[in-house]
């Protein structure tokens, strides 16, 4: 998920008139083209070397400026101490191999990929190995824990298989190594990334931590992205959601289990979990049914879903408690893979990631970590292999003919996919709601 950014080649300084006269110290006459070209190649290898630490040393320099020009007076305006942040900040400079950085003096471009998984192929992001390492750990953990979990849904509302699945999800229930500084990562962000304000709100969050004594410099440790401990919180989350849930008076998301899981749950809930509801259903959606119609604005009664002809996988009724309850259409692939009517607990799963792929593994993992593993019963079909950049393309050509599709910001959410099922129906083509390479031509 790091890219390295390749070094910049500056230009040589100009030669002077003694070595522009083609003669040795001895006055042998050299061949000029010769002599010039070795000389060309040797000052383009110096400047290869010279260049990038010169540059690097700069934006160091400009880093400590912002530190304690820009960032202590409003740190020192939320009542952090000097201690604390001349402590947060030791030693600490920017990491120019973290991604999203946007350098003084550059300008921000969006890149042709995306690294992270929710950004790929949707099937990809359900490989049997990736999945089942989740739901075979989280069964492991289910005795283990049993009196935390149960404890937990007994206050919370939240299910444990929920909760495990976050957990394996996120950091391999607590076996991913956090390798990052979370003080370089957010500062590195903060200074110069393309969402500085987000990741400053976010540094003066992780201050608060450690001055309210909450945790010590030294245990911030976090992910590229700056998230904390088991559950990936970022430092805002943490202020906000962490509990001490096994009442040793502190709260360590880094350690605790029961911490961990409770503190999850406690989330979900101030996102709207709704307890005894669970996240969804797979479904099958007759060609009658427009997959424009997806969308968490776009809900009906379950009753009335089914009343279009939308039926539950394997001949299963939907619950007679679900049918007056409000449900969403969800086809993550669009017609390229399976379907789904959602409740809203699978929107309150995409609080923890705004992403359906994100929500709908969490969903699927719980179900199976309760109920066995059982893959979807439709198949994904050969889609997502579209550079993010095209997808941002045809996205601008949807704005510009009075579609919403969100954001033109290369990903294939919901409103976009609707978005192109109705510009295909319109347009006299069978809706796929989905971008591919021949859409990307037809809407250039």
């Given at each position: ?131 089942r390492a989740v739901t075979a750990g989280g069964r492991a953990r289910e005795a283990t824990n049993a009196g935390t979990l149960a404890a937990i849904e007994k206050r919370y509302g939240v299910p444990g298989e929920v909760l495990l699945a976050i957990w394996g999800r996120e950091t391999g229930y607590g076996a991913a190594k956090m390798p990052y500084d979370a003080f ?261």
């Open positions: 998920m790091i890219v390295a950014r390749p070094f910049r080649l500056v230009p040589s300084t100009p030669l002077c008139p003694a070595e522009l006269s083609g003669r040795t110290e001895g006055g042998v006459k050299e061949r000029k083209p010769l002599r010039l070209a070795l000389f060309s190649f040797f000052a383009v290898l110096l400047a290869v070397f010279l260049s990038t630490p010169a540059s690097a040393a700069k934006i160091d320099d400009q880093f400590r400026a912002w530190l304690q020009n820009d960032l202590w007076p409003q740190a020192k305006a939320k009542s952090i101490s000097k201690k604390t942040f001349d402590a947060a900040f030791d030693g600490i400079k920017p990491n120019l191999k973290l991604p999203d950085l946007v350098k003084p003096g550059e300008k921000a471009t969006t890149p042709q990929k995306q690294h992270q998984a929710e950004f790929g192929s949707p099937g990809a992001y359900f490989a049997e190995k990736t999945v370089e990562v957010l500062g590195t962000k903060a200074f110069m990334s393309t969402k500085k304000d987000f990741f400053r709100t976010e540094l003066l969050a992780a201050l608060e931590i450690v001055e309210r004594g909450l945790a010590p410099v030294g245990a911030m440790k976090s992910s590229w992205a700056g998230a904390l401990g088991q559950p990936q919180f970022m430092p805002t989350s943490f202020l906000k959601h962490a509990v001490d849930f096994d009442g040793d008076g502190r709260v360590d998301i880094w350690n605790s289990t029961p911490d961990v899981l409770a503190s999850i749950a406690n989330y979900l809930v101030h996102y709207g979990w709704v307890k005894g509801r669970g996240w969804g259903f797979e479904v099958t959606v007759p060609e009658t049914v427009s997959c424009a119609l997806e969308g968490p604005d776009q809900g009906k009664k379950i009753s009335e879903w089914a009343a279009m002809g939308i039926k539950r996988v394997g001949g299963k009724p939907f619950p007679a408690s679900e049918m007056k309850a409000e449900g969403f259409l969800l086809m993550p692939a669009g017609r390229s893979g399976p379907a789904f009517i959602a409740t809203p607990n699978f929107y309150v799963l995409k609080e923890y990631n705004t992403s359906d792929l994100y929500a709908l593994f969490i969903g699927h993992g719980a179900d199976r970590i309760a109920h066995g593993d059982q893959n979807f019963a439709g198949s994904w079909g050969a889609v997502g292999g579209l550079h993010r950049s095209d997808i941002a393309a045809l996205q601008r050509a949807l704005e510009a003919k009075g579609y919403d599709v969100g954001s033109a910001d290369g990903l294939p959410g919901f409103k976009t996919r609707r978005s192109i099922g109705k510009w295909q129906a319109k347009s006299g083509q069978a809706a796929t709601c989905f971008p591919d390479a021949g859409l990307v031509a037809a809407l250039k």
